[in-house]
């Protein structure tokens, strides 16, 4: 009964973030900020960790491919597969349900604790409106860094089958050209529309309804990031068997 509890809270909170909005004049400011903490400042961590991704990819890759009837270009195939599918969409919003959901989590329940929102209140501004829109419009970007962090994980996929000597750069570029479907990019980005939505609103309800001290806004960070890492989980099993099924 507690998780159903959550759960229609939950909805109740997205709810309420659209009635009653704050003035675009305020509104905006707020936006441009959480673009800048929010996508922007993830950027350098997503990139890092796809360039490493799709050069460990595509060793073990290559490491599996002991057979010497089958061709190198395949390589470059089960790379771009991987990276596109899944590694790029999901295993990045992971990092940022990290990343972007700790931070928040933690901003939102400072708030509450320091009896911010309750000001908020006072002066008859919808605090959720004020709180988590700008927060959810801002991450709206998320796909813009998922197309970067594809690019940049198939980068560092051909950078380890060239320079490990697993595979000649012609041979790994025509297996990224193999049997390509731009579908599979579509379906990323939306998933990953669906996860920038979860990772925006899913720490926000963790810190919003947190109640007590400092030292439970840390549990509220923790909490929350556990939760969000599931729902994406969820979720993209749904949506793969939805899109892809």
Avoid: C
């Avoid at 809270?9 to 997205?14: A, G, R």
């Avoid at 890759?61 to 395949?74: E, I, V, Y």
């Avoid at 972007?100 to 919808?126: K, P």
């Avoid at 605090?127 to 860094?145: E, G, R």
């Amino acid at each position: 009964m507690k998780y159903l509890e959550a759960i229609g809270k939950y909805f109740i909170m997205i709810w309420e973030v659209f009635k009653k909005p704050t003035k675009w004049r305020i509104m905006k400011t707020l936006i441009l900020k959480e673009v800048d903490e929010l996508v922007f400042g993830a950027m350098g961590i997503i990139i890092f960790i796809s360039f490493f991704i799709g050069g460990v990819v595509t060793i073990q890759t290559a490491l599996n491919l002991t057979n010497p009837l089958l061709p190198k270009s395949l390589i470059g195939f089960a790379a771009r597969q991987s990276v596109i599918l899944e590694f790029a969409p999901t295993f990045t919003s992971i990092i940022m349900a990290g990343k972007v959901g700790s931070y928040i989590t933690s901003s939102i329940g400072t708030m509450r604790v320091t009896e911010q929102i309750d000001a908020l209140e006072v002066m008859g501004i919808n605090s959720l409106n004020y709180l988590v829109f700008p927060k959810i419009v801002a991450i709206m970007l998320y796909p813009f860094a998922v197309a970067i962090s594809m690019f940049v994980g198939i980068l560092g996929g051909w950078v380890a089958a060239v320079f490990g000597g697993f595979a000649p750069s012609g041979d790994f570029i025509q297996g990224l050209q193999m049997d390509f479907n731009s579908y599979h990019v579509t379906y990323a980005l939306i998933k990953s529309v669906v996860f920038a939505f979860v990772i925006a609103t899913v720490p926000s309800f963790h810190g919003y309804y947190m109640r007590g001290g400092a030292l439970e806004v840390g549990k509220a960070s923790t909490t929350s990031f556990v939760w969000t890492s599931v729902v994406i989980i969820i979720v993209n099993y749904i949506l793969t068997q939805l899109l892809l099924g």
